[in-house]
């Protein structure tokens, strides 16, 4: 998929080429990286998604340098930063734990970085007042860092992470440990401070709904590997992998036989013998059968016609929409998310036939 | 009837062994303060209460130089094993495991194993060695053995204490262009300064209690407070060795109180 042109134009920020990161030796080796390579943009909110042990905190360990790769090289502005020292890199990091310092008050934590860098206190000063403005957090400046709560802590590592204005901000898993209202909030703020900042986000979750509503691009990994990288909309709309599919949102998979192929899309024979238009996903490899994605909200439930029948088996109710669990003539199961109107049901019981009518363009070939 | 749940919290005859070792612990104790405030020359026969041994004790000019003499070495021997024992609980903490990290923690460890009298009959003969050679016959002897086997006492409280902090606080002040010395002076110093309090009183409350070894790596005219009165106890005994140490027990107790409210003041 073509990027768009003035998003094409931007800098990279970081780049990462080739990395590799092997603990151990041998064959009880572990590669936590194997081969990856990302260009983060500048004054981008890139994320770094997916399933714990995926190796996205080992690549923001990197960023930051407190892991250094077993191969390859990570650049910064275009230049190779593999070889210093954290405290030498203009990059700091929202830690997961937030690491605010016990010791010190809420204004010296944001101070911090500041007085390592050696500036002078009458630019600190005005400097912290401007990032506790920026968190909310200007009336808890004298606080002890045990004196306040959890979305406040995090509020603080937000602020002393961006007091020393750093070329890129990591953050670590930072809403993992705030409860569901704080955590929509914080995700609102996160996206408002970086767009007044300017500053480029690297941002790292195993929560894909979250990848989904604040990043501008992202990164799908898994076992070491980066398997997509594009917009929210690309991952979600034009899934390359099964696993990218699978890991975010609920999905239909169904297999089909390749019809024919041309200029991005393909026409696709379902098992019950209609055929169906299909984009397909960059890097597939033509074959005779192939694999394709459909999203529930891509498809309805109709009472006659449609590409596909089966019986419903289950209907669940969400509130705002019915999901529709319905077991297909061939076999195997297929899901329907229906909006919901005030006035009626979704006209669906358990044991009814239906059948499902698959949106013109919302099926897409799976390159694995 | 169901039978009762076994509790190993209620069973007979707890409540009896746990009497009878107080008892045993503290009544002897008790006992000895108790007849420090004996006015009478006797160790047994109550003859009014005085204060009138410790004044005593407090004129007895050998006295006065054993318990001086015993906190220049408790504070020497405790400052130096605590800068030893930081350094030491630092290099095996904040490091990936390596082959040899368990026998270097055991060897730091050691002095706590090796029977004391063993340790002091070494330092002894070769102790005796080293006067020969260099003539110097002064404190430094006392000072070095007792840094020696306050080291391990030191270092578990501050490796405890260093185990227990979140190492995300070093890596964040580095994050924030903190160089290493920075990051130490900083944050792990002022975090670890419970643990480094607690090395030190540990270190020199056990130098200053210390009986075996100075015994033998003592010069003459080097008696510290427990030896001084273990030499006593070989002569006419008078409640002028209660009185000792009865200042001796509130010294502790103070020290150790002392500990505890910093302790409890910082977690």
């Known amino acids: ?368 | 009837m169901a039978r009762a749940r076994f509790d190993v919290r209620s069973q007979p005859g707890f409540g009896t062994i746990a009497l009878f070792t107080f008892v045993v612990l503290y009544l002897p104790i008790i006992t000895l303060v108790a007849y420090a405030f004996n006015a009478s020359e006797s160790l047994t026969a109550w003859g009014g209460f005085s204060l009138h041994w410790f004044g005593e004790a407090a004129r007895n000019t050998a006295v006065q130089d054993a318990a001086w003499r015993s906190l220049v070495i408790a504070l020497s021997a405790a400052s130096v094993a605590t800068v030893a024992a930081t350094m030491a609980a630092i290099a095996t903490t904040r490091t990936a495991p390596y082959r040899g990290l368990g026998f270097k923690y055991a060897f730091i460890n050691l002095p706590l194993m090796v029977p004391e009298i063993v340790t002091a009959v070494a330092l002894l003969i070769v102790f005796a060695r080293v006067k020969v050679w260099t003539g110097y016959s002064g404190l430094g002897y006392l000072i070095l053995a007792h840094t020696a086997f306050c080291i391990p006492f030191a270092y578990l409280p501050i490796r405890a204490r260093l185990e227990g902090m979140d190492e995300a606080l070093e890596r964040a002040a580095a994050d924030l262009y903190a160089p290493p010395w920075q990051v130490f002076r900083r944050v792990t110093l002022p975090l670890l300064r419970p643990g480094i309090i607690a090395g030190f009183m540990l270190a020199f409350v056990i130098s200053l209690d210390d009986v075996v070894i100075s015994e033998f790596v003592k010069s003459g005219g080097q008696d510290t407070l427990p030896t001084y009165m273990l030499g006593q106890m070989r002569r006419e005994i008078t409640p002028e060795v209660n009185a000792i140490a009865a200042a001796f027990l509130a010294l502790s107790v103070v020290l150790v109180t002392i500990f505890f409210f910093i302790n409890r003041k910082k977690t």
């Open chain 1, 1 to 368: 998929m073509p990027e768009p042109a003035a998003v094409q134009g931007k800098r990279i920020a970081i780049e990462a080429r080739g990395i590799v990161k092997q603990f151990g030796q041998g064959p009880s080796a572990l590669r936590a990286l194997d081969n990856v390579s990302v260009s983060i943009r500048e004054n981008e909110f890139f994320t770094l998604l997916g399933p714990s042990g995926c190796g996205k905190t080992t690549l923001l360990r990197m960023i930051a340098g407190f892991e250094y790769p077993t191969e390859g090289a990570i650049l910064l502005h275009g230049e190779d930063i593999a070889g210093l020292p954290p405290f030498k890199r203009p990059i700091n990091t929202v830690f997961q734990s937030y690491a605010l310092f016990p010791h010190l008050s809420v204004w010296e934590n944001v101070a911090f970085g500041l007085q390592m860098l050696g500036r002078p206190s009458a630019e600190i000063g005005p400097r912290v007042a401007e990032m506790l403005k920026l968190v909310h957090m200007e009336e808890l400046a004298q606080r002890r860092t045990d004196q306040i709560s959890g979305g406040q802590a995090q509020r603080v590592a937000l602020a002393r992470a961006l007091a020393p204005a750093p070329k890129v901000l990591l953050l670590d898993e930072p809403l993992s440990a705030l409860d569901y209202k704080l955590r929509k909030e914080m995700q609102i703020e996160l996206k408002r401070m970086q767009s007044e900042t300017g500053i480029t986000f690297v941002f790292v979750t195993h929560d894909q709904e979250e990848a989904l509503t604040m990043s501008d691009r992202i990164a799908v990994m898994s076992k070491g590997k980066v398997l997509q990288i594009g917009s929210p909309w690309d991952i979600y709309d034009k899934p390359a992998e099964r696993f990218v599919a699978d890991f975010i949102g609920e999905t239909n998979f169904l297999t089909a036989e390749m019809v024919g192929i041309g200029g991005g899309t393909a026409r696709v024979r379902l098992r019950s013998g209609i055929e169906i238009p299909a984009t397909i996903a960059e890097g597939y490899t033509p074959g005779r059968e192939a694999t394709i994605v459909v999203r529930p909200e891509h498809a309805r439930a109709v009472k006659t016609g449609g590409q596909l029948a089966g019986k419903v088996e289950n209907v669940v109710y969400f509130g705002t929409d019915t999901h529709i669990y319905i077991v297909l003539d061939e076999g195997g199961p297929f899901m329907v998310r229906q909006q919901n109107s005030r006035s009626q049901s979704c006209g669906f019981e358990v044991g009814d036939r239906v059948g499902i009518d698959i949106a013109a363009d919302a099926a897409q070939v799976l390159r694995d």
